[in-house]
């Protein structure tokens, strides 16, 4: 049984919780002194629209009410009901989208060979991302730290949308001991969030002039060997193809800029240029750590209180 595109089997499986956290995160404001069976919300900008949760799942109509509350989210933002609903189903987590435009996926399908290269390069290129965070390398010799490997064992595919031809991954915003960001950012965003910085950063940079800026790391930390190598898995064929790669960020935990979603095109020349940048990131001399000794002869420093 459907409502608006909205599957009642699975409208059934949102939990009370998760769509309060995730009206709570767009600003919508919860009403005191409501009885307890469901939530009342208001947007500050516009009080006379409210929001209505349903609290007590054993309710008959319970799939009902929460898809119309996910109707009135959408609404609010603009978005297809059936996305907001797959973001509710999920763990706070930042998705990211894929979306190649082809003639060949025009009609929804790849290659199988395609396909394998398409899933294995964002595989990498979240791996290469996540080890750009830790650690910031012009070239990473292996993609092996536990960090990384548990941030991708924890991101989950999700199923294939409409648009020529979608994959989504989600990246659970579950905290990672020791990986905290500046104000408590989750290692995930700050590996989605370098993601789309260093792609925004290529598809800005394709003249061959701004290729030796881009090789500096101290200035764009993610872009690495590892990176543009990845990132030519996921290539589209024919002159006119490009890939679209977007990030939905978690309600839960919106940036400091509030912005809810992030957009990269990727036409030919990028992937040209990540092709001419991945030798050249390779072959920069790495920084050595040493020893050096010396001897003082003088001390001139001024005693504090």
């Known amino acids: 049984m459907w409502r608006d595109d909205l599957p009642v089997e699975m409208t059934r499986l949102v939990t009370p919780r998760a769509v309060c956290a995730y009206a709570e995160g767009l600003g919508w404001q919860k009403v005191d002194g409501v009885n307890g069976k469901i939530a009342v919300y208001v947007n500050p900008k516009a009080p006379l629209r409210q929001l209505i949760v349903p609290l007590d799942e054993g309710f008959d109509d319970y799939p009902d009410r929460t898809a119309e509350a996910v109707r009135r989210l959408a609404e609010f933002e603009n978005r297809p009901p059936r ?103 989750p290692f995930a965003r700050r590996v989605t969030s370098l993601l789309m910085a260093s792609l925004q950063d290529l598809s800005q940079g394709t003249d061959p002039s701004h290729l030796e800026e881009l090789a500096a790391v101290s200035r764009h930390a993610g872009i690495s060997a590892n990176l543009c190598e990845s990132l030519l898995l996921l290539k589209p064929t024919g002159e006119r193809a490009y890939l679209t790669v977007s990030a939905t960020w978690s309600r839960v935990f919106l940036p400091p800029t509030r912005e809810l979603r992030r957009d990269v095109q990727l036409r030919q020349e990028v992937f040209e240029a990540a092709e001419a940048l991945a030798p050249r990131l390779r072959s920069l001399p790495e920084p050595r750590i040493d020893r050096f000794f010396g001897f003082v002869d003088e001390l001139r420093g001024n005693p504090g209180p």
Do not use: W
Request: glycine letters at 6%; a neutral charge; charged letters at 20%.
């Open 83 to 185: 996305e907001i609903l797959n973001h509710l189903l999920l763990p706070p987590a930042d998705v990211l989208r894929f979306r190649e435009v082809s003639a060949e996926a025009e009609a929804g399908i790849l290659s199988l060979d395609h396909g394998v290269r398409v899933v294995t390069g964002m595989r990498k290129l979240l791996l290469a991302a996540a080890h750009s965070v830790l650690a910031p390398r012009a070239y990473h010799p292996r993609l092996s730290r536990a960090e990384a490997e548990e941030f991708v064992a924890r991101c989950r595919l999700g199923q294939t949308e409409r648009g020529s031809f979608v994959l989504t991954v989600a990246c659970p915003l579950d905290l990672q001991a020791g990986l905290f960001g500046p104000n408590s950012e």
